[in-house]
């Protein structure tokens, strides 16, 4: 992530801050994250199911969660701070709808890893494909495994 890979996922969140989006302290916010991991439509979840979840996972040791995330460096810099694999198998699924990390990334991901690098993208799914078609995940980290041993 590049600083204005940072910025577009703001603009697309519509929100100002980082921590607004990966640490919501709100129904309200985590709706919005969930909208931008998800492609199927999450409105319809409860909002008291909402705050137990921002309770549950994103309450305990808040401060510890925002000094970790204040100390990422990833989206700071305007150049990608990757070392390539050129030696090294490396699957990268990816949801064709994501929002959070577009695929565009996908792709210069996986230019930047190497040539041994392969992009599997399933169709309708977001930042969760693993969730949203977990058959044609397995299917594909199965082929992945099986060709590489």
């Known amino acids: 992530m590049r600083r204005g890979d940072n910025e577009k996922l703001l603009r697309r969140a519509k929100l100002e801050k980082i921590e607004h989006l990966m640490l919501p302290a709100t129904a309200v916010q985590l709706q919005t994250l969930i909208g931008l991991a998800m492609s199927r439509r999450v ?20 401060k510890e969660k925002m000094e970790l995330l204040k100390g990422l460096t990833l989206g700071r810099d305007d150049t990608p701070n990757l070392s390539p694999l050129p030696n090294k198998e490396v699957l990268i699924v990816w949801g064709d709808k994501d929002q959070i990390f577009p695929l565009e ?3 210069e991901l996986k230019e930047l890893l190497g040539p041994k690098t392969r992009l599997e993208v399933i169709k309708n799914t977001s930042h969760v494909p693993q969730s949203e078609n977990p058959i044609q995940f397995n299917n594909i980290v199965e082929s992945f495994l099986c060709d590489s041993s």
């Open 43 to 62: 409105d319809v979840i409860p909002r008291f199911f909402l705050n137990d979840i921002v309770q549950k996972l994103y309450s305990d040791k808040r």
């Open 105 to 107: 990334m996908a792709t």
